[in-house]
């Protein structure tokens, strides 16, 4: 027998005291914060960096004066309220380059879930199946400050960094077994102003 608790609402009382319930939906997101100016650290203390007109995310050295101009550095974190939390937190992210809004999302291209940079808002409406959503958990028991984050379309599919030439690409990465520490998975999220 699973630990989940699954919540019914009754919807109307009728004859002879019958109760009847709504069609219940499979998993119903709703938006309950936005952590805002954030920046993603990996590993090895490089940031996050989005460059969409190149369609390119990676992680980079950055100075802390590059980091305070924030040019495709500072994402908003949107929270969601689930009931499914054994899940991990649903989330979403967004940023702004240029006066222009970004959300990240992951799409099939040849076969492979990659990650991608839309233009635009992160949708409000949220289906039981989204490709911007990703399910924040702890890194590991022991470090409460790093986070992996698991797409929520394909589980045991985690944003990692991929070394690719120069760069240290943003990417979805398979993970072995549930109890497998991957480095390339770990993040770190902090304030931009601080």
Sequence with gaps: MSGEYILVCAVQLGKNFCLYFTELECDALCKEKIL???VFRNANS?????QPDLDVAAFEDVTDQEMKSGSGMHFNIH????TTPSAGLPVAFSIQIKNKNYYMCCEKEFGKTIVRFREGEVPTEIPC???FIFFKKTFTSCSSKA???EYSLEQGMFLAFEKEGYLRKLILKK???EDEVDETMKVTTHNAEG
Excluded: I
């Design 36 to 38: 805002r100016q954030r």
């Design 46 to 50: 490089q940031l996050l960096v989005v």
């Design 79 to 82: 929270c969601y309220k689930t």
């Design 129 to 131: 199946e989204s490709n």
């Design 147 to 149: 986070f992996k984050f």
């Design 175 to 177: 993970m072995a077994n």
